[in-house]
């Protein structure tokens, strides 16, 4: 059994492969999705989630498997188009919709030639205010998936996993104490553990409820509305 204390203070990075993914509720069209590449029913697809969802894990698991190339849209330009798209596939995280002709050509060139185009964005395409209306019939032509705000089993499994990952043990009752009060985000996870970890080689403390306490306040949660204490 692991000791509840630190013991090594092991480089750590955050694992990009399909296997490290932990699939629950919350993700699992969003996973579907990716597994099904190269056999989507169109040339492109759009994966729609909030902020630390897990978006950008599933674009490195797509990318792998797909040799695509990167962009952010507000970078996105015709000229580049070719570059992205002119030998394989490309992921395109949608921050802004200004350069709609930009994003037109894109899924223009992908049909043409054949290349399969991945985006992402935090609303859904309704929401984008587009106004070329060709540009929107393409986009809700393509298949969309929706990833929710991380479920409390995802919340868990990631927490657990992270902990393991660093060589600290947590019990239960601190763990749920964490899942009652974090921001509801995979980003804020591996903040949160990130910080425990620092900390605790810092006291070299042992991981208990009040030790986490005090790593917590340091974060803010506004889905909170009454922790109960």
Partial sequence: L?????????????????????????NAAAVALIDQWPNW??????????????KSHLVEVWRQK??????????LTIEAIPTLLGTGHCAIEI??????????????????????????AQQPIAEWAITIPDLASRLNALPTVMIGKPDDALLRGVLVKLFLDRQIAVDEATLNYMLLRMPRSLQSARDIVAAIDQQALVEKAE?????????????TNPDLFDEGS
């Fill in 2 to 26: 692991m000791n509840q204390q630190l013991t090594l203070d092991l480089p750590h990075r955050a694992a990009l492969g399909r296997e490290d993914f932990l699939v629950t509720d919350s």
């Fill in 41 to 54: 029913p169109s040339y492109g697809a759009i994966i729609v989630g909030p902020p630390g969802s897990g």
């Fill in 66 to 75: 797909s040799q695509a190339q990167f962009s952010r849209s507000e970078m």
């Fill in 95 to 120: 921050t802004s919709t200004k350069p709609e002709r930009a994003i037109f050509h894109a899924l223009n060139f992908a049909k043409q030639e054949g290349r399969n185009l991945l985006l992402t």
């Fill in 207 to 219: 991981i208990t409820r009040h030790f986490v306490a005090r790593v917590l306040s340091g974060f």
